[in-house]
């Protein structure tokens, strides 16, 4: 694996949590400014990067399983397990549509990667 592999693999993750955050704040007009996005963002950047140290995702960042499901699924949960503590909202719908949109990011750009990897071994 390379050096900047775990590293880029975190970043893709917290980029993902920072994509659904602004989406769904542009979507709702509650404000895109860099502290209205943090604000909302901090319990699932907290959690997926639980879910790194949990999986110790960072020895095999780019796998799909167990690597990306165990982040996604620490990040949702966590994600809301922290909202719930300082007193924001779980509304089903919430909690459907975050694990749904992070399902499908963080778990779809190492779906992307391996095809490219597996590309690259045929090609070889």
């Not at 089903?92 to 190492?110: C, D, P, Q």
């Amino acid at each position: 694996m390379r050096s900047y592999a775990a590293p880029l693999a975190l970043v893709a993750d917290l980029v993902c949590v920072l994509v659904f955050v602004v989406i769904g704040k542009t979507d709702h007009g509650t404000g895109t400014a860099v502290g209205a996005v943090l604000s909302t963002a901090w319990p699932f950047l907290a959690a997926a990067l639980l879910g790194w140290a949990a999986s110790r995702a960072w020895r095999a960042p780019a796998a799909l399983w167990p690597t990306g499901v165990f982040v996604w699924a620490i990040t949702v949960v966590g994600g809301m397990l922290l909202r719930r503590f300082v007193g924001e909202g779980t509304p089903l719908s919430f909690v459907i549509v975050t694990s749904l949109f992070l399902a499908a990011a963080m778990l779809g750009w190492r779906v992307v990667a391996l095809l490219v990897t597996r590309r690259r071994q045929r090609a070889a």
